[in-house]
C-alpha cells in the first residue's frame, strides 16, 4: 500500500503544521509517481532474507534541518539497514578514539571496487575507507564496551540519536547474514593476520552483522540525514547524535566512497554526501539543509537502489543542492518546503 502521511496530521515529534501545506509534498508525490513504475534492477539474494523483498516497495522522505518531515509511499515500511550503518559507526569509532588512531586502521580512499572485495592497501595493510566491507568491519572492531553485550547496547544508543526512537534489530537478517558471512569472516581473518583488527575480531563481526540488521524505515533515515546536515545534532529531539567537529569527516567519506564503485559519478552527478545498502536503502545529506531517506529494493549491479539513484539525482538537479552548484537560478527548496503559513 503507498499510504502518503496524512497531509492534516500534526506529527507527535515536530509539534508544527507548516510541512502540511508545503508545494513540497507535490514534488515527492510527482517524484513518487515517476518512479514507481520503473522496475529496472533486482532485489539482493546473497543473504537469503533480503531475496524476500518486494520489488514494488518504495519510500521517500526527506527531513530539513529544522526538523519538518515529508514522506510518501512506503516511508514507514522497516528494512535492515545494512551498509547504511557504516558511516554512523564510522563516526561513533573516531569519537570514541580520535581520527589518528582510526586512521590507523582504516584508510579514507575510495577502492573502485565492490563493496565486499577482499583487498587491503599492500603499502599499510589497511582497509581502504569505511565505507566498503573490510573498513566497516575494521572500523566496528574499534567500538568500545567491556564486553559483546556492552558493545551491542552503545551501537544501538547511537542509532536511537540518530533515528529519535527505540530501535531493534531483525534477528531473522541477522542470522541469515551470519550463517552465509563466509566472505565477511574470510575478510575479518585476513585483516587479523595484518593486525588491522584485534584478538576479539570474532566478537566484532556477529557486531558488524548486527549492525547490518537494524532495522529501520526510510523515515528513520532522512532523520538521520538531517541529523548530519543539522551539524550531529537531532533537529527532532535536540539530543547530540555526534559531536559536530566530527561530522564533517562522516559526510567526506560519504561524498567520496559512500555508493560503492559508482561514488565517482554519484559524486559528479549528484554531489550530495550518500550512503546505500544491500537492502535498498540510501541516504543522502544537504549540508545545513536536508537528508533524504529513500527505500526501494531494486538494485543496480553495483549494489545501489535504481530508484533511489534517480529520485535523489533529480531532488539534486531540481533545487540545485549539489554541494558546487553556483549561482542556481531554479525552484528554492527552502521556500517550497516552508510556505508563508496560511493567513500571515
Ligand atoms: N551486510 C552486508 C554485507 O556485509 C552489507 C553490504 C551492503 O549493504 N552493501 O555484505
Known amino acids: ?192 593476520n595484518f593486525g588491522m583488527v584485534g584478538d576479539r575480531f570474532e566478537e566484532s563481526l556477529e557486531l558488524y552483522f548486527q549492525q547490518c540488521s537494524i532495522l529501520v524505515t526510510c523515515r528513520d533515515l532522512a532523520i538521520m540525514g538531517a541529523t548530519l546536515a543539522n551539524g550531529g545534532q537531532n533537529p527532532l529531539t535536540g539530543e547530540t547524535a555526534l559531536e559536530p567537529q566530527y561530522v564533517k569527516d562522516v559526510l567526506s567519506i560519504m561524498l567520496s566512497c559512500g555508493m560503492y564503485d559508482f561514488a565517482g559519478e554519484w559524486a559528479y552527478r549528484t554531489g550530495l554526501p550518500a550512503k546505500s545498502g544491500v537492502s535498498g536503502g540510501i541516504v543522502a545529506v544537504v549540508p545545513g539543509v536536508a537528508g533524504i531517506g529513500v527505500y526501494s529494493p531494486l538494485l543496480d549491479p553495483k549494489g545501489n537502489s535504481v530508484r533511489g539513484i534517480r529520485v535523489c539525482q533529480d531532488l539534486s538537479r531540481k533545487f540545485g543542492l549539489h554541494a558546487f552548484e553556483a549561482r542556481f537560478s531554479g525552484p528554492s527548496f527552502h521556500d517550497e518546503c516552508h510556505p508563508p503559513r496560511r493567513g500571515t
Open 1 to 192: 500500500m503507498h499510504a502518503e502521511s496524512d497531509p492534516d496530521a500534526i506529527d507527535p515529534l515536530i509539534g508544527k503544521m507548516r510541512a502540511a501545506a508545503a508545494p513540497f509534498r507535490r514534488t515527492l508525490q510527482e517524484l513518487h509517481r515517476s518512479y514507481a513504475g520503473l522496475f529496472d534492477g533486482a532485489v539482493a539474494t546473497y543473504i537469503p532474507e533480503l531475496a524476500l523483498a518486494d520489488p514494488s516497495w518504495f519510500g521517500i522522505s526527506v527531513a530539513t534541518a529544522d526538523g519538518l518531515v515529508f514522506e510518501i509511499g512506503d516511508s514507514g515500511r522497516p528494512f535492515s539497514i545494512q551498509s547504511i550503518s557504516k558511516p554512523f559507526v564510522f563516526g561513533m569509532a573516531i569519537q570514541d578514539h580520535g581520527r589518528d588512531q582510526v586512521l590507523r586502521r582504516v584508510g579514507v580512499e575510495p577502492t573502485g571496487e565492490a563493496f565486499n572485495s577482499i583487498v587491503l592497501d599492500e603499502a599499510t595493510n589497511r582497509p581502504f575507507n569505511p565505507m566498503v566491507n573490510a573498513g566497516a568491519i575494521a572500523t566496528t572492531d574499534l567500538i568500545e564496551g567491556a564486553d559483546a553485550g556492552e558493545r551491542f547496547k552503545r551501537l544501538l544508543a547511537m542509532f536511537r540519536r540518530f533515528t529519535g526512537r527505540d530501535i531493534h534489530i531483525d534477528n531473522a537478517v541477522f542470522l541469515s547474514e551470519r550463517i552465509t558471512g563466509h566472505r565477511n569472516r574470510a575478510i575479518a581473518h585476513l585483516m587479523r
